[in-house]
């Protein structure tokens, strides 16, 4: 006969085996759980919610609510976007809206400016890039999701929006009091740097984006009275934006050469999802030498074009390592007029590197001289890797994950946030942006060592 204590420490014993293996069950449970199941346990959900909250709940406010969450729960790139949301976006693609004229991020929760879109109300008033904007119209913005706060800084122009923004080193905060105005934000700049050397900086891929890049070339050519001898292509801080605009930027570089003159590739979860844009037949630009300007600031279509450009060897890359987002995001029309904006695929340089969570990293690291005035580092360099929910990057055979260079925080560059809408002169501005120096530099060294070898 089994003693009592025996029986005792057997049934303990049983039922502590159980406990450790109830979270093995339960996933197994919930493994074996059918979508119609899913459905269902939703639908309860709902009903309860419905049933039983302590306020009354909006249906609508439900199931957006519901919306977003499942989205966010695959990456942080893919959204839904009301019909309002989803008209100003592309309003903006298409480079006007109504506003105040102001790039906005959110790190750790807070509104954060970017910089100051130049000749609108904001830039005008002086807002700076690194302000932190607290209040809209008195309603707080932290932790509201940055559409949210987009949709209250944007509206008719002639109307007013008051911002209360504390700003590092500013004893208390500040109120701006801004009238807004049709915002005509313009993708690219372009002068001449030095005889010979033009500098062109997209600030986004827009609609018109190829188009004007084309004429900003021809523009460039006209002044110098002749080809080029060297341009600077500034992709820092450019977020992205048209991918079919990056292609045609990237095109007017590339012709026949590595994987018949691919520029991109994008590759979605089924085989036959792949798709490659590679370079068309007809006149390109000369080939003068090339420095392309990268830094933390760098993602999605201006990612495309310097990878593009560094596997072809069309131009050197100088700066520091991109943002990382190598995902394709497809925007989609609901039958109720509102957008789904959803990751479907990745990107792919011509050799076939990902840039997901990588990046591309510089042939020559350039770190920018001036330390901004940001409050701290880890507010100031986030990449695509340190989002929450960001897809994972996929190796290929034979290309490892680069090593990623030590954090920085990323530079400010000239004349973007000072409130003024005068240009620097080229000494100015040569003097105020040492990676812009540098490449610069870099490129008169190679027209010097082509002469000498009698090219």
């Known amino acids: 006969m089994l003693k009592k204590g025996f029986i005792i420490s057997a049934v303990a014993a049983l039922l502590a085996s159980l406990f450790f293996l109830a979270p093995l069950l339960d996933k197994e449970e919930r493994a074996r759980r059918s979508e119609a199941e899913y459905l269902a346990m939703f639908r309860e959900v709902v009903d309860i919610v419905k049933e039983s909250y302590v306020d009354k709940v909006d249906d609508k406010k439900l199931m957006t609510g519901a919306i977003n969450g499942m989205l966010a729960a695959l990456d942080p790139h893919s959204v839904y976007l009301p019909a309002s949301d989803f008209s100003e976006m592309k309003v903006h693609m298409a480079g006007a809206f109504g506003g105040v004229g102001i790039e906005l991020d959110m790190r750790n929760g807070k509104l954060m400016v970017n910089a100051p ?9 002086g807002i700076l890039s690194g302000d932190h904007i607290a ?3 008195g309603k707080p913005t932290k932790d509201l999701p940055i559409n949210e706060c987009v949709n209250r800084m944007r509206g008719t122009p002639g109307t007013t929006v008051t911002l209360t923004i504390e700003r590092e080193g500013a004893a208390a905060p500040l109120t701006f009091r801004l009238t807004r105005a049709i915002i005509k934000t313009k993708s690219l700049k372009a002068r001449l740097v030095a005889p010979g050397f033009g500098y062109v900086r997209i ?5 018109r984006t190829g188009e004007d890049f084309e004429k900003a070339l021809k523009t460039l050519a006209a002044d110098n009275g002749g080809p080029l001898s060297g341009l600077v292509l500034d992709l820092r801080y450019n977020p992205g934006g048209l991918v079919d605009q990056a292609y045609r930027v990237a095109d007017r570089f590339i012709g026949e050469g590595l994987g018949n003159g691919d520029i991109v590739s994008t590759r979605g979860r089924e085989p036959g999802m792949t798709n490659t844009l590679t370079a068309t037949i007809g006149k390109k630009e000369p080939n003068y030498p090339m420095v392309v300007l990268i830094n933390g600031g760098s993602a999605s279509a201006s990612e495309i074009v310097a990878g593009a450009l560094q596997d072809h060897k069309r131009a050197v890359i100088m700066g520091t390592q991109s943002f990382g987002k190598g995902s394709v995001q497809s925007v989609m029309t609901l039958n109720n007029g509102d957008g789904l904006k959803l990751t479907t695929a990745r990107y792919y340089t011509p050799n076939g590197r990902s840039i997901q969570a990588k990046g591309i990293t510089p042939d020559i690291i350039v770190e920018f001289a001036t330390k901004p005035a940001l409050k701290k580092e880890k507010e100031a360099d986030v990449r695509e890797r340190d989002l929450d929910g960001h897809m994972e990057e996929v190796p290929e055979a034979g290309h490892p994950p680069p090593a990623l260079p030590k ?6 560059l000239p004349n973007r946030s000072n409130g003024k809408s005068q240009e620097l ?6 003097q105020k942006d040492n990676q812009l120096a540098r490449a610069l530099d870099l490129l008169k060294d190679v027209n010097v060592l082509q002469k000498s070898a009698g090219r």
């Open 425 to 430: 002169s080229n000494e100015e501005l040569l």
């Open 407 to 412: 954090k920085a925080a990323p530079p400010q």
């Open 203 to 207: 600030a986004e891929f827009q609609e």
């Open 135 to 137: 209040l809209i119209d």
């Open 117 to 125: 879109i130049e000749d609108t109300p904001a830039f005008k008033a």
